[in-house]
């Protein structure tokens, strides 16, 4: 209850006011020298303010109370609050050293907030925590702005799921009633809520991420699938990127956001940014934050990893983020009849009851021993292991576990077939012919039959500038002739990897023993670092 200055010094002018802590212990606010005085407006905007934060649960009036023996002056009792309020430190979830986990729940009934803690033996509901250091771990008030607005989703309590069979269905059911995806990415999205109740016993994660215009069921999406996730962040409605960064290292949640919200080109920096540096731990987002008195700008480091849902219209530049995601294209096809067109009024409901059951998954899972190393698929690309492993691990069921190896040998299949498109592989493929016709390979033929073909796209595509792309991109070594520059035919066996990475059929692997060029006279040849005209 917050009180306003006016209506607080009549309350102790006349009836007096009772400061309650989060356990209910109630002190009357008074002063010695003058019973029932109205105090200072400082003091009781003080009040206010603590009342505000939290530090004191709520304030009542008592009626007819004076300040009698056992009464405390209001001094001390001030002086108390500023001490425990150094001390509180507002928290969502913590490891603790003991192993057992601190979370943060909320009373949607009482509107009240509180801690569990627990482990995979049981647990225990607490108000708050004292810690070795003297500081001491309380929830967030239940009246911070992020929570009243629900752009913050906690559960209530742990509820008890059975088996993790039962579970998966649960959530598939959910999902499969609400949105309309591919079978696959159904397993993926019921699986990825799974991951974000875990996601802090990895070092890697992948993104999930759907695709398509305006109508085709991307809010729906995240709305459903959101719902189910560690303490889901549903960032769509912020005006900036700034608050998603502390959002996101206060309560190391699931971020949930449509990427067309944001259409300033530096706000969709700032996005990439946080997306870049969100899957790997130990890479948090730097800022600097202008000090209120000194006027200076200080760098801070915000926390930004953890899991993250997506809803983008396009795809983004940079290949190695675009990697990171699993990817779902909406609206190819007609909406399902039994899908809602609006969402069920029961639909919360459910989800707080899915969290609940999903609070006590990690409780019993987050310290399970995973072997990441035997789910490692060699034949596909690292980056694509690196994040797809995490999911695995979670997977039990051999179909659904062999579905996401599929999914991962045909991403790799796609990379590859991208990288051969762009201009590293369309280069490469020129020099795979013409390594393959004849015995030395110059930088001026490859030009000449790269620009037969890509004329259109390259016009101003000289020697000089393929020259410097096969040295400085591709690594390949160049030697001056008396044909002019030719490739190294020690660069054989390099060539044969660069082919298999870009997909292209390797039909000649030469390898020099001698370590010359592949040209007549090698004693005329030079090897320089200098440009080719």
Not at 190 to 211: G, I, K, N
Not at 445 to 456: G, Q, S, V
């Amino acid at each position: 209850m917050e009180v306003s200055s006016s209506s607080a010094a009549y309350a102790v002018e006349y009836i007096g006011i009772l400061v309650h802590d989060r356990d209910d212990n109630a002190c009357y606010v008074g002063d010695d020298s003058s019973p029932g005085r109205a105090h200072d407006s400082s003091v009781l905007h003080f009040v206010n303010f603590v009342c505000r934060t939290g530090t004191v649960h709520r304030l009542s009036c008592a009626r007819g109370l004076r300040n009698d023996a056992g009464m405390e002056p209001i001094a001390p009792i001030l002086d108390r609050v500023v001490a425990d309020k150094r001390n509180l430190i507002p928290t969502a979830s913590a490891r603790l050293d003991d192993g057992r986990i601190l979370e943060m729940v909320i009373d949607p009934k009482e509107g009240t907030t509180r801690f569990i803690i627990g482990s995979a033996e049981g647990w225990e509901s607490r108000l708050s925590l004292d810690l070795p250091d003297g500081r001491t771990l309380v929830p967030y008030s239940p009246r911070n702005n992020l929570l009243r607005h629900k752009v913050l989703l906690f559960p209530s309590e742990p509820e008890e799921y059975g088996t993790d069979a039962a579970l998966i269905t649960a959530i598939t059911a959910f999902i499969h009633r609400h949105v309309d995806v591919s079978p696959l990415f159904e397993k993926l999205g019921t699986y990825y809520v799974l991951l974000s109740w875990v996601f802090d016993a990895f070092h890697e994660l992948p993104y999930l991420r759907v695709r398509g215009e305006p109508g085709s069921g991307k809010t729906r999406f995240l709305q459903t699938v959101g719902s189910l996730c560690n303490k889901p962040i549903f960032a769509s409605g912020a005006s900036t990127v700034a608050p998603i960064f502390r959002i996101l290292d206060a309560f190391s949640g699931t971020l949930i956001i449509d990427e067309s919200d944001f259409r300033m080109s530096d706000e969709k920096a700032e996005v990439v940014k946080i997306l870049n540096n969100g899957n790997v731990r130990g890479f948090p987002v730097l800022r600097a934050e202008a000090n209120a008195q000194t006027k200076e700008f200080n760098p801070r480091a915000y926390d930004v990893f953890g899991p993250k849902i997506l809803a983008s219209r396009g795809f983004f530049e940079d290949k190695a983020l675009e990697s990171r995601f699993l990817t779902e294209e909406m609206g190819t096809r007609s909406l399902r009849d039994d899908v809602p067109m609006n969402l069920p009024r029961d639909h919360g409901g459910e989800a707080l009851h899915l969290r609940n059951q999903l609070l006590l998954f990690r409780f019993r899972n987050l310290r399970k021993p995973r072997h990441l190393e035997t789910l490692v698929d060699r034949r596909i690309e690292p980056r694509l292991n690196q994040v797809l492993v995490p999911l695995l691990s979670i997977i039990e069921d051999p179909l659904a576990r062999e579905d996401l190896y599929a999914l991962a040998r045909a991403l790799h299949h796609q990379m590859i077939l991208d990288r051969g498109l762009e201009l590293d592989g369309q280069l490469l493929a020129v020099i795979q012919e013409q390594w393959a016709a004849g015995p030395a390979v110059t930088v001026k033929d490859i030009t000449n039959r790269f620009l037969m073909r890509h004329a259109t796209d390259y016009p101003s595509f000289t020697p000089k500038k393929v020259g410097w792309f096969l040295r400085k991109k591709l690594g390949l070594a160049t030697e001056r002739t008396r044909d002019g520059y030719v490739l190294v035919a020690t660069d054989a066996a390099k060539l044969a990897r660069l082919y298999e990475r870009y997909g292209i059929e390797a039909v000649d692997t030469r390898v020099s023993t001698t370590g010359g060029s592949a040209v007549d006279n090698p004693k005329e040849s030079r090897t320089e670092d200098h440009q080719e005209w």
